[in-house]
């Protein structure tokens, strides 16, 4: 069974940044891509990044590319999202993903294997 454990959500103004985390573990972690949504209250759940099993590859949604940067530590069994120039519309919950499927482009979350429990991130203006 996999479990994946999401960290670093939090309060920030408009402008600012975060990091997010998500550790993984049960499966080895290297052969799978791994991904970030976000869930607005009222909205769908959304895809932000993903990234393939060996980090070489990212992929971006419209609203986020050129201000989040996902990568990964497959030594540590872990992806981050790091977030720039945040707007109060990235406020959500962020859900970090994995996918058995290699290239982490899929942008349905019923593509997607397994979820973590979600961290807030709520940006002030």
């Known amino acids: 069974q996999v479990q994946l454990v999401e960290s670093g959500g939090g309060l920030v103004e408009v402008g600012g940044s975060l990091r997010l985390s998500c550790a993984a573990s049960?499966?080895?972690?290297?052969?799978?891509?791994m991904g970030w949504f976000r869930q607005a209250p009222g909205k769908e759940r959304e895809y932000v990044a993903g990234?393939?099993?060996?980090?070489?590859?990212?992929y971006y949604g419209d609203s986020v590319k050129g201000r989040f940067t996902i990568f990964r530590d497959n030594a540590k069994n872990t992806v981050y999202l790091r977030m720039n120039s945040l707007k109060p519309e990235d406020t959500a919950v962020y859900y970090c993903?994995?996918?058995?499927?290699?290239?982490?482009?899929?942008?349905?979350?019923?593509?997607?294997?397994?979820w973590g429990q979600g961290t807030q991130v709520t940006v002030s203006s």
């Open positions: 993903a994995l996918d058995s499927a290699l290239y982490g482009d899929r942008t349905d979350p019923g593509a997607w294997d397994y």
């Open positions: 049960g499966r080895t972690f290297s052969r799978y891509a």
């Open positions: 990234t393939d099993w060996t980090g070489s590859r990212s």
